[in-house]
């Protein structure tokens, strides 16, 4: 009798998941979501077979909308988070999640496209996210801030992407969580309670007596302050996800990680920054990354109907001479960069200095 | 409001490069275009053997593919019967058996059901409706209660005689469905003229489907249609929106969709035409070919003035 052939060749990650963006009601937002959409439907693996929700505060209406349910993407309106940080409007997913179906909740900024599959790095035992680049507050305030909350310092330390410094708490970025069903709805609870609280003591007069003196300028990361006060509080574990599942794509990025460590990239987080003038996605200085980005580019200007203009076309003689000046302006940018990680390396290297 | 069944979609291919074009088409078509069926596990069952190069772009697409034997059978139609056998369809689901030549263009949802199987009849028949009723009589069937009209000629005849490549089978369906079709397959194949049993997997379908009892209703062609046909010569009035877009050998260079003979089809399959390319990395338009190449025909004329300088 022959040799039975048969078989699956690639099996689908056994976690189910659900993919899901918070954005606002405005065509720039609605658009990064629609390149998110047709990321995930065309290069995000299982996860392409999975659902997808977009979150909009305040509804959307439109051709978007339409584009949208086209490629599988449930459009669900909701209400802003009674908050003045629009970055807590996230927490609408994870209210949602925690109230529906099954799957673990891959929660993503909507300023970011996925080129692989991230199902297959959920944790169904802990929460899964990158580490922040940099903590808004030192180890001092976080002791002092945990202290008012009533939160106990955790033993584990975190080491941030950026400074590559340890820091007493679990400080993510929040573009991109792998939350497991069951961490839901206690995160979503703790995680609004405290955003309140830090724009509370955030908003407090000098001298008030709200707690401690919170630097203005961490304003600006409330939610992520706020995510980690959630996780302190509740207690859900964490595992920090790899650079490639939240790639920054920038220089910086890899001169601190290494570009072995980058791949496989899995999701990219562009940021609003990264769009040129005509909605798109700017090229990255990774180049590696560049297929890929012009492939979502370029499948989005179909979905929309539109003309596209490539980043590189070439021959052409405007483009020609920005590939001549190239490699001049990479150099530059390499010296910058491997000048403002020189520090960290130095100071993440096993080695005590004298061995060096 | 009625839970709306969930659609298992499998399509069987050949371990050929043209084949699995078709596939990663169909594939890309369903996650771009499908709506509520954009999500929907899609199943890519490979004859035989599957070279490694389809794995990855099939996978991005979150297409599971498996490899499966030949079915037993002297017709290769007859392998699309492995689809009713390897994708699990849980409960309250439905199997979309899709031919690979086929691209969904729109949800596919409203013309699921999960109380009775669902195919568009054929353009035509490969028998008369007296040499119908001789094979009836062979088999030991009794005719179906109407008569099926034919789509393209508008002939009627006494059996479901529907394309067998678009099918869509409630769970609870499949089993039985493959085991007669299966024994009408093997009790054929030979059995009869060459000139009919080139269709033999729908020949055999249809008595199947009398032989069961399994309820069955005749979708419109908006959900197979032909593309290359020409509806001036229709028996059906022409359809709705198109959901299932049945393109053949219908096909450009490139394997894409040619513009169909249908005119209010022909923006939407330049724009899944546009996706397809864009999914692909095709070049957007033959002028960045052609600009790449002064590109290479530059750096060649560069090279050899290089090297006539160092000579000198």
């Given at each position: 009798m022959a040799d039975d052939i048969s078989g699956v060749v690639n099996a689908r990650p056994g976690q189910e998941a659900v993919t899901a963006c918070v954005s606002e009601n405005a065509d720039s937002w609605s658009r990064m979501v629609l390149m998110l959409a047709v990321s995930v439907r065309n290069l995000g693996g299982s996860l392409a077979a999975s659902p997808l929700r977009t979150y909009f505060v305040r509804g959307l209406a439109g051709p978007h909308r339409e584009l949208l349910e086209q490629l599988g993407a449930e459009v669900v309106d909701v209400d802003p988070f009674p908050s003045p940080i629009p970055h807590a409007n996230k927490l609408r997913m994870f209210q949602d999640h925690a109230a529906r179906g099954p799957g673990t909740l891959i929660a993503l900024d909507s300023d970011i496209v996925v080129l692989g599959d991230l199902a297959a790095e959920i944790n169904p035992d802990a929460l899964r996210g990158l580490s922040g680049?940099?903590?808004?507050?030192?180890d001092e305030l976080w002791g002092t801030w945990l202290e008012a909350r009533g939160l106990s310092r955790p033993s584990a330390r975190f080491r941030m992407q950026r400074t590559g410094r340890l820091v007493p708490v679990p400080y993510l970025c929040s573009g991109v969580l792998l939350v497991p069903k069951k961490f839901c709805k206690a995160l979503a609870d703790s995680w609004a309670a405290q955003v309140l609280a830090l724009v509370e003591a955030f908003d407090a007069p000098p001298g008030s007596g709200a707690g401690p003196a919170l630097p203005p300028d961490a304003r600006f990361f409330t939610d992520q302050l706020a995510l980690t006060c959630a996780l302190v509080e509740t207690g859900i574990p964490v595992d920090p996800l790899p650079v490639g599942c939240n790639f920054r794509p920038g220089l910086d990025h890899l001169g601190l990680t290494g570009i072995g460590h980058v791949h496989p990239l899995k999701a990219v987080h562009y940021h609003r920054w990264g769009l040129r003038a005509d909605g798109f996605i700017k090229p990255a200085q990774f180049l590696p990354l560049n297929a890929d980005l012009e492939r979502v580019n370029r499948l989005t200007a179909a979905h929309l109907g539109v003309p596209y203009r490539p980043v590189l076309r070439p021959g052409s003689p405007t483009d020609m001479a920005g590939l001549r000046r190239a490699p001049a302006a990479i150099g530059r940018r390499a010296v910058v960069a491997v000048r403002r990680t020189a520090p960290v390396l130095r100071e993440r290297s096993p080695w005590p200095r004298s061995a060096r | 409001m009625a839970k709306q069944p969930l659609p298992t979609i499998a399509c069987v291919a050949e371990d050929r490069t043209e084949w699995f074009n078709r596939v990663f088409t169909l594939a890309t078509s369903v996650r771009n275009l499908g709506g509520r069926t954009a999500s929907a596990p899609l199943h890519a069952l490979f004859v035989g053997s599957m070279d490694g190069l389809y794995e990855v772009p099939l996978a991005s697409l979150g297409v599971v593919s498996s490899i499966v034997e030949p079915w037993p059978c002297t017709k290769p139609q007859a392998n699309k019967l492995r689809m009713l056998e390897s994708p699990e369809v849980g409960p309250g689901g439905v199997l979309v058996a899709l031919d690979c030549d086929v691209v969904v263009l729109r949800d596919l949802t409203d013309g699921l059901s999960t109380s009775a199987i669902r195919a568009t009849a054929a353009w035509e028949s490969p028998m008369s409706p007296q040499r119908w009723h001789q094979l009836l009589d062979d088999v030991d069937l009794r005719p179906a209660p109407g008569p099926w009209t034919m789509i393209g000629t508008g002939e009627q005849v006494p059996v479901p005689y529907v394309n067998s490549g678009v099918l869509f089978i409630p769970a609870e369906m499949v089993d039985p469905l493959r085991e007669s079709w299966a024994g009408y397959i093997k009790r054929l194949d030979g059995a009869r003229p060459d000139r009919e049993l080139v269709f033999l997997d729908q020949i055999a379908l249809a008595l199947a489907l009398l032989d069961t009892g399994l309820p069955v209703e005749a979708l419109g062609q908006e959900w197979n249609f032909h593309t290359k046909k020409d509806l001036e010569t229709a028996a059906a009035p022409p359809p709705g929106p198109v959901h299932i877009a049945h393109y053949h050998r219908w096909v450009d260079q490139d394997g894409l969709p040619k513009p169909p003979r249908y005119a209010p089809l022909v923006p939407e399959i330049e724009r899944l035409n546009a996706i397809i390319a864009a999914r692909r990395g095709m070049a957007p338009n033959p002028s960045a070919a052609a600009s790449l190449e002064a590109v290479v025909q530059r750096a060649a004329k560069m090279v050899q003035r290089g090297g006539r300088a160092v000579r000198r």
């Open positions: 680049g940099f903590s808004p507050f030192d | -």
